[in-house]
């Protein structure tokens, strides 16, 4: 069970990292196009920051780290059972 819920949010996270990364990709694009008088979806990046991609990064910082507490918890039980 713990090693099924530790895989499912494992691979959430990662879907989730390449979701960031991607919307890194089109704010750099979109900012270098800005730069260049030409429109590749800027204002529609921006207006999506605070409800889609300032989530999505909160939730990939927290898995991250409640995916690290659970290993190590697991890592000490683990060690205290065998002793």
Partial sequence: MKDRFLNGLNTAL???LFFVLASFLWFATALIG???KINLGFDLWYRLWEPL???A???L??????????????RKL????SK
Avoid at 61 to 74: C, L, R, T
Avoid at 78 to 81: G, L, T, V, Y
């Fill in 14 to 16: 990662m879907l989730n």
């Fill in 34 to 36: 800005r730069s260049l």
């Fill in 53 to 55: 991609f300032m989530p």
């Fill in 57 to 59: 990064i909160g939730i």
């Fill in 61 to 74: 910082m927290a898995g991250a780290i409640a995916s690290g507490v659970i290993s190590w918890m697991a």
């Fill in 78 to 81: 683990s060690a205290a059972e």
